[in-house]
Structures are given as C-alpha cells and as structure tokens.
C-alpha cells in the first residue's frame, strides 16, 4: 500500500494530536507529519510552505472547535490562498461535533472530503489511503 | 144751496175740506177738518177761518186770500218750517166760488197735513241710500228704465243719468253674470216669474261690484207691462261671503287630509254632530251612534274615562276648555291614542250654549314617542355603563359628551375631558391619522371604520386604543357629531410587546440551549474519546515511559472532563431562575469590592484603575452575578493587557433611560470584532493564544446579564483596547 507523503494535522487537542500521530505511524500512513495548533497557525504555516515553494501535505485532518481561528474560518482563508499551481489536498474534517448543522455546513466546501467523527480509527486511515491512491 | 143733503156729504166727507165766505168765515166744514185743523171743539161755523186753525204757513193764508178773490190754487205737497221750528207737509187746494157757479161768494178749501207720510218718505229714501238698496222701474208699455239715486250711486253713473234696458243690462259683467240676468228678465217678461239673484256689476268707473237684484212683475190682461225691484249692494257682504266659503272649504280640505275630526255639540238642543272623520276615529258607523255623548263615552278606555268625562263636565260647564289626551278602544279590541281639543261658547248671558271641538289620532305618534324614549333609554344606558369608552365628538374633534370608561382608560375626569380636544392628548405621531381618519368618517367612507391610535394618559403613560366612529347627521343633512368608540388595548398592546419579547427570549435562549447541547455533547465527546483512545493505547502499550505518558494524559483528559462539567454547572445554574433574586445594588460598592479582591493582579501589572461612578447609581441585580461579570471583565483586561503598554482601565456609569450603563475600557490587545464579532460571548470560544484562555468568562458573563434582562455589547480596536459596555435596569 502507497502511503501519503505529507499529513497535517490541525487540532488544539493535544491528546487528540498525540493519538492521532500514534495511529498515523501504526497505519504508516504518511511519511511525514505537520502539526498545527489551530486554524491561524495553520494558514500562516502553510503560507510559508507555499512561499518557500515546498511541497504541501497531500492530506489535512481540520479540527472545527479551536481558538483564534476555528476550521471553518480556516477553511475559508485557505481557499483563497491556494495558489493555481498547487496540487490537489484533500481535506478531511475531524470533529466531536454530531451537530447536524454542522454535518450540513460541510457541504458547502468542495475541498472537504469527508466528516469524520472523533476519535480517528486506523479503517479510516486505511480508508482514506484506499481513496486517495485510487484518485 | 145749503142743503142738509150737502152738508151731510160735506160734514162726513173723508177729506179735510172748509167752506168760507170771501171774509174768510167758516160757511162750513167736514169733521175731519174739526178733527184735524181747528182749534176749537164747538161749532165755528161764522167764525173767521184763522181764528181757530192750527198754525199754518203764511202761503196757505196768501193762498187762501187769493181763493176768495177768484184764483184757484193747488200746492202738491210742501215742506214748511214753522215759526215755531215745527216741520210741517202741507198740501192743499183752493177753489173760488161764485154765487153763480156754486151758490155762494168765497172758497172751497182742501187742506191735508202728508207731515207723517212725508217723512216715511223721506226716512225711505235715508234709509235706501244708508242700505245700498235703490229701487228701479222697467215700464214695458213706454220701455222706459227709471232708477232711484241709490240704484245710480251703486252704479256709480251721474244722478242726472238716464238708463234704458238695454244698457241696464250691459252693467253686469260680461260672461255668466250678463248671461243669467238675461235670461231672468226675460222670463220675468215671458212668465211673469220673479227673480232674486246675486251677480256682478261693472259700473261706469269700472269697479266690480257684487250686488242682489230683486224683479217682481205687474201683469195686466196676462201680459207683462211692468217690472219693479230693488238693487242692493252686497258687495261687502258677498266677499266675506266667498271668503269665508273658501276659507271653510280650505278647512275642509285640512281636516281631512289631517285626518282631523270636528265636532258641534249644541247644549240648547242637546245635539252633538260629528264629522266623517269623527267616524273614522272613533271606528263606528253613523247610524250605530244614537246617543252622542253615551256613544262616545262608551269608546273610551276604562282607566281614561273618569278623567276624560270629568273634563268635558268641567267644558260644557264653561270652566275649563277641554284639553285632554285619552286612550279608546276599537271595536277590534285595539287602543288609539286620542288628542282632544274643545272650545265652548257662551250666550250673550254667559251661559255656555255651544261646544266645538276636534279630535285626531296621535296613535303614531306616541307609539313613535314611546320607541323613541326607548331607544334614547337604551343608548344612554348602553353609553353610561358600556365596558368600553364611548364618546359624542363634535366635527371639530370636541368631547361633547363621555362615559365612565372613557374616563377611566384616560385618566381623566368628566369635566377635565369635556374642556379639552381629542386632539390634545392624541400622540403626535398619529394626529395625522387622526385627522384623515376624521375626514373618512364625515365622507361616509363605510370600508376604514377602525383606527388604532395612541393618547396620552393623564399621568403621562401611552394608552393604545382601537376607535370606531358612527357619523351622526343632522336634519339638514350636515354633520352633528360622531358617536366614537372606544377601546382600550393598551394592557393587550403590553402584553403583546411582553409576550413579543418572551418570544424573543425563548427563541435565543432556546437557541442558546440547543448550541449550548451541542456544546456539551462536542465537549464531553472530545474528552470521552480522547480517554477511550488514551486507554486502548495504555492496553496494547508495553514501553513503560510511554505508559506513565499516556496514564498522565488520561489524568489530564479526566480533570479536562470535570473542569467542563464544572463549567456546565455554572451555565446550568445561570439560566435558572435570576429575575426572582434580583436586589438593589450599589454600582460603586461592588466595583470597590472586586477591586480589593484582585488588588494583588492590579499591583502585579502596575495597572491604572479609573473609577468615575455615582455613589446614587443602582441597579437592580443578584448581586453573586454582578461580582462574577465585573470580576471576569476586569480579569479579562489584566489578561488580555497589551505587552507594549502598562494596563489602564476606566470604568464609568451614566444613566440611559431606565438603565445604567456601566462602561469598562481598557487599553489591551483588543480583538478583531470583523473576524470574531459573531462568536466573542460563544461558549469555549477563545481568540488570544493565553495559557488560561477557556472561552467561557464571557459567556458566562452574557448569560447572567441577560438573566437579568441586561444587555452586554463590545467595542474593540486590535492593538488600541476594548470597551466592554453593559446595561442593567435602574433601581
């Protein structure tokens, strides 16, 4: 199985980053991992990413619930900063929230791929690699 | 020639006649000349003429003179005054004699005294001209017209005027007049038929001029050789006549079209006579009504008749003329209200002798009445005691007349609303509507008959209230005034506001609950699965510094789920029940008090406190909610206190309306409201990155101002500071 080049992780939880990591590397689902605490600090680091002409995470897990800048206000940003020449990131959305205006909301961005219920599973991981080879 | 034979035809002759000698002796006399002329009783026969007659004119002694010398002398007729003032008629005539004509020398003397006769005469032709009645003559056999001085005056043609038939007959006046006299003195000529007729004349000058004119006829051999009559004047007479015939007839005619009954009641002869009407009225037949007074009597309504006779006893008796309205009753068994009417008359002795009278039926009339107090009983009842304000409004907007609840819903009295005009104490933002609604009411505009609009209690307070107007018209048509009703919805209209904003309340708090659930839910979540995850891992974990990693990590995440639950709480019992614990607070007090409290965390940042509050600003508050807000507030400025700058706060309050409000500026980091704005009193909402940033102060704060009806608000400039305003209501 090809595993993804570069994941980030965007969540204010700490624990939930630290499992979530934990269960990356059990799957060995990507090679590397970026961590962001939230939304802002997630947008100004994949500015830099962008500017330095790196490469950009091939998958993002968004967190919703997170200060300063939440997911969807993140969401919003990003999309306007995405520069033509950028490949394709899949974003998926990973949230305690069962809030069904919050499953409803999700629609509205494209970039979203799916919702993810908290906590992160390796089926959704191997999942998700599943999806993102065969695209 | 003095025979006995003679002397006896002379002696008993009919005439006044005296025989004298030429010395004027008696030779002898009738004795009705005795009787009449002489003076003395006895025999005169010798004695001289004068010596005994009566006192004569000096012409009859010339004449008498001139008799015994030769000259015959006739006087028809003479009026004499005698020297003692007596009026005298005389007429007499002489004749001389002769020894050889009649056997003697002197005279034979016809004396008579027509004085009497004389006067009836002329007392006649007084009396003709005073009556207007002249006298006129038709002599067939010479047609000849002779008219007497009253006759030509009534004409009005000169005395010396000398008429024939034919212009007699063009007097009357063209047309039926000239018409019918034609014809009645032809008849009268043909069949000797007298006449009696009224007409008109024309006379000379031109006047019209009623008159009656009476022919008789003198026949001779069955024919007619004269006609003889009179000619009156009656021209006064006839136009009071005709004048009182019209007047009369117009009677008639009102009566009936009046449906007035007249009635004669002849006291002499104890005869009461009806008019039709009076039948009519009274429902019976003229023919049932044998006994006058019995039968109508009978009509009358038992509780009415004692006082209805004893008025017409007190009528016929001349005291009092009858006055009366009284009820009958029909044969059909139905009442009819009667009005009567009487007047009695009284002989030249001031016995009354007659009654006249008129009746009519006033059925309608007091039925109506009746309908009308009713309905006025009713409206006026219904107006006083009507549950809603009701009013008569004159066209220029006028109280003329109020109820009670009027009165009440204003707050006004009776007297103080009826100085005053409506528009007075009308709201001046519906005085336009008002007035337009005015002008639909007075045009009859039947579709806008309900106004809402607002008044001005007497002590100052908004009355709503809801008016309908009916226009009520004069006899001429205009407008009289308007019957106004009204309703007073303001305790509706509050309760509509209140339950407006209850409805306001539940829905945001109701909102609140439900993000507030989810909230809760993500929360508890998050926690749940970050233990069941730290868990699974600590199972399948061998390396032993990882294990002591993951068992902090489930202490950390447990005391991360009682903080939250903690925090709940608190919400929990925020949105339970304030408004009942609300109190009195003094603003300044608690500011000083939290001050003290966190008079270390002042010190330690070397922050400025400015306090600008009146010592009479209260508010009313649960007073554990008013520390907490103002604990957290100030907090908040310590925490989020800008790096570059030493922290100033300066809290100030004034008043707004029936709030205060309390104002807390700092000179922070501030936050950008375009990003955040929507979200800054969410729950765990946090926008700084501080190690103790929770995001649940503020909405704890928002939600106990709000609990207490208060308002909580923010302005904010990043990098310049941020006012926390808050209103709570004035106590």
């Not at chain 2, 103002?630 to 100033?648: C, D, W």
């Not at chain 2, 309390?662 to 765990?684: A, R």
């Amino acid at each position: 199985m090809k595993k993804v080049e570069t994941c980030c992780i965007i969540d204010d939880d700490p624990i939930f980053v630290y499992g979530t990591k934990r269960i990356i590397k059990e799957v060995d689902f990507a090679k590397s991992i970026i961590v962001y605490n939230n939304g802002q600090d997630a947008l100004d680091g994949l500015m830099k990413i962008c500017i330095a002409n790196e490469p950009l995470p091939d998958v993002i897990f968004l967190d919703l619930n997170m200060p300063i800048l939440n997911g969807w206000q993140f969401l919003d940003e990003f999309k306007d900063c995405r520069s033509p020449k950028s490949k394709k990131i899949v974003i998926y959305i990973i949230s305690s929230s069962v809030d069904p205006r919050d499953l409803e909301r999700v629609k509205n961005y494209k970039q979203v791929d799916t919702y993810i219920l908290k906590p992160i599973t390796p089926d959704d991981l191997a999942k998700i690699l599943g999806a993102t080879v065969e695209s | 020639m003095k025979t006995l034979a003679v002397d006896f035809l002379l002696k008993e002759s009919p005439n006044a006649i005296a025989i004298v000698d030429t010395k004027l002796n008696y030779i002898s006399y009738s004795n009705q000349w005795q009787e009449k002329f002489s003076l003395s009783k006895t025999d005169n026969v010798n004695n001289n003429l004068f010596d005994s007659i009566i006192e004569t004119p000096i012409f009859f002694k010339n004449a008498v003179n001139y008799g015994v010398e030769g000259k015959e002398h006739t006087n028809h007729g003479q009026k004499f005054i005698l020297p003692n003032g007596k009026l005298q008629w005389l007429k007499w005539k002489i004749i001389p004699s002769t020894i050889e004509r009649h056997g003697f020398d002197g005279a034979i003397i016809f004396l008579e005294d027509i004085t009497v006769e004389q006067k009836e005469i002329e007392l006649l032709h007084k009396a003709e001209e005073v009556a207007r009645i002249g006298c006129w003559e038709l002599d067939l056999l010479n047609n000849t017209v002779y008219w007497t001085k009253t006759t030509k005056d009534i004409h009005e043609v000169n005395h010396d005027f000398v008429p024939n038939l034919e212009e007699g007959i063009n007097f009357y006046k063209e047309g039926i007049y000239r018409d019918k006299i034609s014809y009645l003195v032809s008849t009268a000529i043909a069949e000797g038929k007298p006449f009696d007729t009224e007409l008109i004349i024309v006379t000379a000058k031109g006047n019209e001029v009623w008159v009656c004119a009476k022919g008789e006829v003198e026949m001779l051999h069955g024919k007619a050789i004269r006609l003889v009559g009179t000619f009156q004047d009656i021209d006064e007479r006839k136009k009071i006549e005709i004048a009182h015939q019209q007047i009369s007839e117009r009677l008639k005619i009102t009566t009936q079209t009046a449906q007035i009954g007249t009635w004669n009641y002849d006291l002499i002869s104890n005869d009461l006579k009806w008019d039709n009407e009076m039948y009519r009225i009274f429902d019976v037949k003229e023919n049932q009504f044998s006994g006058a007074f019995e039968a109508w009597s009978s009509t009358v309504h038992p509780d009415d008749k004692h006082r209805a006779i004893l008025a017409t006893k007190e009528a016929i008796d001349g005291i009092k003329d009858f006055d009366e309205e009284f009820r009958i009753v029909l044969q059909n068994g139905s009442i009819r209200h009667i009005k009567g009417l009487s007047k009695t008359i009284k002989g030249i002795n001031g016995k009354p002798i007659k009654m006249t009278g008129a009746n009519w039926d006033i059925t309608e009339l007091r039925s109506t009445e009746f309908k009308l107090a009713r309905s006025t009983k009713s409206f006026t009842e219904t107006f006083e005691h009507s549950a809603i304000g009701m009013a008569l409004v004159s066209p220029d907007l006028k109280w003329l007349k109020v109820n009670k609840s009027l009165c009440q819903s204003l707050g006004y009295s009776e007297e103080e609303l009826l100085k005053i005009n409506s528009t007075d104490i009308t709201h001046p933002d519906d005085l336009l509507g008002s007035h337009s609604y005015k002008n639909k009411v007075i045009e009859g505009d039947k579709v806008n008959l309900q106004f809402q609009k607002r008044y001005f209690h007497k002590n100052g307070h908004i009355v709503h209230a809801v008016i309908g107007a009916t226009p009520v018209k004069d006899i001429n048509g205009n407008l009289s005034h308007v019957i106004t009703q009204f309703l007073d919805i303001t305790s509706r209209i509050e309760s509509q506001n209140k339950l407006e904003t209850l409805v306001e309340v539940t829905k945001s708090q109701n909102e609140s609950l439900t993000n507030f659930a989810h909230i809760v839910s993500h929360n508890l979540r998050s926690h749940s699965t970050n233990m069941t995850m730290l868990t699974k891992f600590l199972n399948e974990e061998e390396d032993e510094d990882e294990r002591k990693n993951l068992n902090r990590m489930i202490t950390s995440a447990t005391e991360s789920l009682s903080e939250t639950i903690a925090h709940l709480n608190d919400v929990v019992q925020v949105k339970t029940g304030a408004l009942e614990n609300l109190q009195s607070i003094s603003i300044l007090n608690t500011i000083n008090q939290i001050t003290k409290s966190i008079n270390g965390l002042l010190e330690e940042q070397k922050a400025t406190l400015t306090i600008d509050i009146s010592k009479s600003h209260f508010v009313n508050a649960v007073p554990a909610y008013l520390e907490s807000i103002f604990l957290n507030i100030l907090t908040n400025a310590l925490k989020y206190s800008s790096p570059k700058r030493t922290p100033s706060i300066e809290i100030k309050s004034r008043i707004k309306k029936d709030n205060i409000l309390i104002t807390f500026t700092d000179n922070g980091q501030g936050i950008d409201l375009n990003k955040h704005g929507d979200k800054i009193f969410g729950m765990y909402k946090t926008f700084h990155k501080h190690k103790d940033a929770k995001g649940i102060g503020l909405f704890i704060t928002k939600n106990q101002i709000e609990a207490m009806s208060g308002i909580i608000s923010i302005e904010s400039t990043v990098d310049i500071g941020t006012t926390i305003l808050i209103e709570l209501k004035q106590s």
